[in-house]
């Protein structure tokens, strides 16, 4: 056996010849951590199985931990199958799985997951067997989930309990799908980026042939209560909740709204099921979503519930185990709320803001007077520097570089044509021929010109129309007694 | 056991035989009855009668049949039919007929179902029995149950590693019970290959569910040498899984007089119950109203009639 050749099992490995080096694994670290690392849904192990295959090599290797030792890392798969599955073979192989570990007191939290494991096969259990790989014959020797369930909780004993490992766990991670296209359960369109924004969301994924009702059912289901939670607290139009099908070529919008409405979720604008139409394998990989498939079939999937902040990354995600409507009323509120140092920098940018705009001169007076002051305290004899230059270039650039982008905007390209030649006059006066009258109207050309950009009506041909306008009338007054006076 | 218990079980033996057997003699049922009040007089079970093998095999499985209702969550008259069904030393016709209690059990029995695990492990050798009645009807149970062994053997069989368990198109049946067992491959081959029409509408209604035999289906719908009934499922499909798709060749086939009239009866059907109300556009309105004037077989003209009732309304 050898550990390493845990990385090249993919969709083409035969199950034959996985399940020979899964029953060769001894009880070592190095083999258990290799095994867990076939345990995530989404492995490309899975890819191209079917459903019974996928179970079997899942059960195969669930069901090896009881030899090789079970690791920290295979919880969530193993906890995950006692609470919500719906197949005996997985079910028995996760109760065995749980015996791997080094002492019953490690495993006694799972001692509530085995009642829950008991009740949901009670009525679906089936004969299994793990002495031998898919046997082509009924075995004598075979055992039940119930029986591995039973077994379990004898040797787990009566043990104190402890704290149940947490199903969720924080993240920051950008989703770059902000571009594709997803459908709704009327039939319109958005695009990720447009609906995602703004508000924190809630996205789980569900696809309306899942054959395990406590997985998406049971997931729709809870969404409708999740929305009657923040309708309680207050909440309902700051979140948006949204469900996102794995089986988007099977769930037409008309499929989506009756799975939702069927399950007690109150469609509106922030309540939306979606379907990526074209690119559902970006939207997977963005995800990392838990799922995989056998052609448009899905084989294989874990519950998930994501939450992203208002700019659409996601802050925390609720996978494997069943989330409670609470703990994730609990996250989007802590959302709203912010984090403590984000509403400390945010309330002292206000402030700051408030009180550069109230020192901004806003008037000429204002104006005159700020010169004045200036000119008392002696900041007319800032001493020459050799990096002003530069500086100043550079500024001068970043000032038209803004213009244009605003000109390219909005078609106006008046404003930008007055910086441009201000800057130039500028230029010329300061650098070339040193003659400051014409640094100064250089000067007042590009403030001209940023103000044009600043007034949005403002309109060049008026504003000369106007100024012709008014240098008539003064030279009518001055020399023709212009209007006449009544 | 009272006498009104009693009277009350005969009652339910005499009307319950004809359920197992097709001619039952008249002095089989009345020494069964006779058996039955004599076994239940002396033993005070009425699970003598049935656990009599010198009793004909379709009265015993009447008395069973007659005790069921009573003893459904009875642990020793569960572990008896199971017993019975996985016994090869008894009479396929018993077994045939404790199977058929064992499925109307799964309904209405608390204690069958918590023996889920024995009732498979009991169906399953049955597969392989020597009686094809029996294995149909294991066949069946297992299937219904989405048992992954029956599915592994019923596949194998498709694919030519194994002999047919049933005739063709009920193992392709049988595999629909599920939608995950990994059969929509071999039905694309049998919908296309399959010798009979049997087999390929069966594949057809199957494969409704896999978005990835769209094209496929599409096909079928406009083979016009492909038969009626296969052309109907696929239609139905199709539907299913593109309804705008469907719309855009159902209003082909509706519009194309060289096309078979029970597949435009069943298209103009569909469109004009599922449509878009932009699909059912002039020139459909027109051709359609014009067709209500001519002449046609009963089931295109009652879907004429129907659309242009919906039309006008």
């Given at each position: 056996m050898n550990a390493a050749d845990a990385a090249h099992f993919d969709a083409s490995t035969r199950e034959e010849d996985l399940a020979s080096w899964v029953a060769s694994c001894p009880r070592a670290h190095v083999p258990r951590a290799a095994l867990v690392t076939l345990l995530p849904e989404q492995h490309r192990l899975y890819a191209g199985r079917s459903t019974n295959e996928t179970a079997r090599i899942r059960g195969f290797i669930l069901a090896a931990f009881e030899r090789v030792g079970l690791p920290e890392a295979a919880l969530p798969y193993v906890l995950d199958e006692l609470q919500n599955g719906n197949d005996a073979y997985l079910v028995a192989a996760a109760a065995k799985a749980l015996r791997g570990a080094d002492a019953p007191a490690d495993v006694a939290f799972a001692a509530a997951f085995l009642h829950t494991a008991r009740e949901n096969i009670r009525y679906a259990d089936a004969p299994v067997t793990f002495d031998v790989y898919k046997p082509s014959r009924p075995v004598e020797r075979s055992t039940t989930a119930a029986d591995e369930i039973r077994k379990t909780i004898e040797w787990i004993g009566e043990v104190d309990c402890c704290a149940v490992p947490a199903s969720s766990r924080p993240s920051r991670r950008t989703l770059r799908v902000e571009s594709l296209e997803l459908e709704d359960q009327d039939g319109r369109h958005v695009r990720f980026g447009e609906f995602f924004s703004g508000k924190p969301s809630v996205v789980v994924f569900f696809y309306s042939r899942c054959d395990n009702v406590r997985k998406c059912s049971l997931t729709v289901t809870k969404l409708a209560a999740l929305q009657r939670e923040l309708t309680a607290r207050g909440l309902d139009g700051r979140v948006r909740l949204t469900g996102i099908t794995y089986d988007p070529h099977f769930d037409l919008p008309p499929r989506m709204k009756s799975y939702g409405l069927a399950r007690g979720v109150e469609f509106g604008e922030n309540v939306r099921f979606f379907r990526a139409l074209e690119c559902f394998d970006d939207l997977r990989s963005a995800f990392d979503l838990g799922v995989n498939y056998i052609g448009a079939i899905v084989n294989r999937h874990r519950i998930e519930l994501y939450v992203l902040d208002p700019r659409g990354r996601i802050a925390r995600s609720f996978t494997h185990l069943t989330w409670s409507e609470r703990d994730v009323a609990a996250e989007i509120e802590r959302l709203l709320r912010g984090r403590p140092w984000q509403n400390a920098a945010r309330a002292a940018m206000a402030s700051l803001a408030s009180i550069l705009i109230a020192l901004l001169p806003k008037c000429p007076l204002c104006l005159g007077a700020y010169a004045s002051a200036l000119g008392l305290s002696g900041l007319q004899i800032v001493p020459h520097r050799t990096w002003l230059l530069p500086a100043a270039l550079i500024l001068v650039l970043a000032h038209l570089v803004t213009m244009g982008r605003r000109a390219m905007r909005t078609s106006r390209f008046a404003p930008l044509g007055a910086s441009a030649a201000g800057t130039l006059v500028l230029m010329a006066g300061s650098v070339v021929w040193s003659m400051p009258a014409l640094s100064f109207a250089g000067a007042a050309l590009m403030i001209a010109g940023a103000a044009m950009n600043a007034t949005p009506y403002f309109d060049v041909t008026n504003a000369l129309r106007s100024m012709r306008r008014a240098y008539t009338r003064f030279v009518a007054r001055s020399h023709l007694a212009w209007p006449p006076s009544r | 056991?009272?006498?009104?218990?009693?009277?009350?079980?005969?009652?339910?033996?005499?009307?319950?035989?004809?359920?197992?057997?097709?001619?039952?003699?008249?002095?089989?049922?009345?020494?069964?009855?006779?058996?039955?009040?004599?076994?239940?007089?002396?033993?005070?079970?009425?699970?003598?009668?049935?656990?009599?093998?010198?009793?004909?095999?379709?009265?015993?499985?009447?008395?069973?049949?007659?005790?069921?209702?009573?003893?459904?969550?009875?642990?020793?008259?569960?572990?008896?039919?199971?017993?019975?069904?996985?016994?090869?030393?008894?009479?396929?016709?018993?077994?045939?007929?404790?199977?058929?209690?064992?499925?109307?059990?799964?309904?209405?029995?608390?204690?069958?179902?918590?023996?889920?695990?024995?009732?498979?492990?009991?169906?399953?050798?049955?597969?392989?029995?020597?009686?094809?009645?029996?294995?149909?009807?294991?066949?069946?149970?297992?299937?219904?149950?989405?048992?992954?062994?029956?599915?592994?053997?019923?596949?194998?069989?498709?694919?030519?590693?194994?002999?047919?368990?049933?005739?063709?198109?009920?193992?392709?049946?049988?595999?629909?019970?599920?939608?995950?067992?990994?059969?929509?491959?071999?039905?694309?081959?049998?919908?296309?290959?399959?010798?009979?029409?049997?087999?390929?509408?069966?594949?057809?209604?199957?494969?409704?569910?896999?978005?990835?035999?769209?094209?496929?289906?599409?096909?079928?719908?406009?083979?016009?040498?492909?038969?009626?009934?296969?052309?109907?499922?696929?239609?139905?499909?199709?539907?299913?899984?593109?309804?705008?798709?469907?719309?855009?060749?159902?209003?082909?086939?509706?519009?194309?007089?060289?096309?078979?009239?029970?597949?435009?009866?069943?298209?103009?059907?569909?469109?004009?119950?599922?449509?878009?109300?932009?699909?059912?556009?002039?020139?459909?309105?027109?051709?359609?109203?014009?067709?209500?004037?001519?002449?046609?077989?009963?089931?295109?003209?009652?879907?004429?009639?129907?659309?242009?009732?919906r039309q006008s309304s």
């Open positions: - | 056991m009272s006498n009104d218990d009693r009277r009350n079980f005969e009652k339910a033996v005499r009307a319950a035989v004809p359920k197992y057997s097709e001619t039952p003699t008249k002095g089989g049922l009345e020494s069964l009855v006779t058996f039955g009040a004599e076994a239940v007089a002396v033993e005070t079970s009425p699970l003598a009668v049935a656990r009599n093998r010198n009793a004909p095999p379709a009265e015993r499985a009447a008395a069973l049949h007659a005790l069921a209702p009573r003893q459904r969550n009875d642990e020793e008259f569960v572990q008896l039919l199971l017993k019975l069904a996985g016994d090869s030393s008894e009479p396929p016709e018993l077994r045939s007929g404790v199977l058929r209690i064992l499925r109307q059990l799964r309904f209405s029995s608390v204690l069958l179902n918590q023996k889920r695990a024995q009732l498979i492990e009991t169906l399953r050798p049955i597969i392989d029995d020597p009686d094809p009645t029996l294995r149909q009807d294991a066949l069946e149970m297992l299937a219904q149950e989405k048992d992954e062994y029956v599915q592994r053997r019923l596949l194998e069989s498709l694919t030519g590693q194994a002999p047919l368990p049933a005739a063709l198109e009920k193992t392709v049946q049988l595999l629909g019970y599920d939608i995950h067992a990994e059969h929509f491959p071999v039905l694309r081959d049998i919908a296309k290959n399959a010798p009979t029409a049997t087999a390929r509408r069966e594949a057809v209604r199957l494969l409704a569910s896999d978005p990835q035999s769209i094209q496929l289906l599409r096909e079928i719908f406009h083979d016009k040498n492909e038969d009626q009934e296969v052309r109907r499922a696929s239609a139905n499909g199709y539907l299913s899984l593109d309804p705008a798709g469907f719309e855009q060749e159902a209003k082909k086939i509706v519009l194309d007089p060289a096309e078979d009239g029970d597949v435009r009866a069943a298209s103009l059907s569909a469109l004009t119950h599922f449509a878009h109300p932009s699909t059912r556009d002039e020139e459909l309105n027109g051709y359609v109203e014009a067709l209500g004037k001519r002449d046609l077989p009963k089931p295109l003209e009652d879907a004429v009639r129907t659309y242009n009732r």
